[in-house]
């Protein structure tokens, strides 16, 4: 059974950092597609970023300078690092999984996790 749980959202400041987790089981993980997306209410949903097998990152404009995204695969453990927050950025957040990585701009994914609540207060 395929499970993403993410983990690590809450309430910071502006200017604050978090650092979410998801953690992954059911599928071959170190093979698969990691990546972030997020949401707030009225917006569309975004591919913030992803990062392939080997460790090889894209991030949105948006976040970029700003967000790391990671992966310990003897964990089964995606990371996303998210400093120098902004209001903006407030969005529920989550980790998806695909077999293979494409462009934020097109992205497809087998399987999705519930997410985690971010907001960030001015």
């Known amino acids: 059974q395929v499970r993403l749980v993410e983990s690590g959202g809450g309430s910071v400041q502006a200017g604050g950092s978090l650092r979410l987790s998801c953690a992954a089981s059911g599928f071959p993980f170190s093979s698969y597609c990691m990546s972030w997306f997020r949401q707030a209410p009225g917006k569309e949903r975004e591919a913030v970023t992803n990062?392939?097998?080997?460790?090889?990152?894209t991030y949105a404009s948006s976040v970029r300078g700003r967000f790391t995204i990671s992966r310990d695969n003897a964990k089964s453990t995606l990371y996303l690092q998210m400093n120098s927050l902004k209001p903006e950025d407030s969005a529920m957040y989550y980790c998806?999984?695909?077999?293979?990585?494409?462009?934020?701009?097109?992205?497809?994914?087998?399987?999705w996790g519930q997410g985690t609540q971010v907001t960030v207060s001015s």
């Open positions: 990062i392939d097998g080997f460790g090889t990152s």
């Open positions: 998806a999984a695909n077999r293979y990585c494409a462009s934020l701009t097109n992205i497809a994914t087998d399987y």
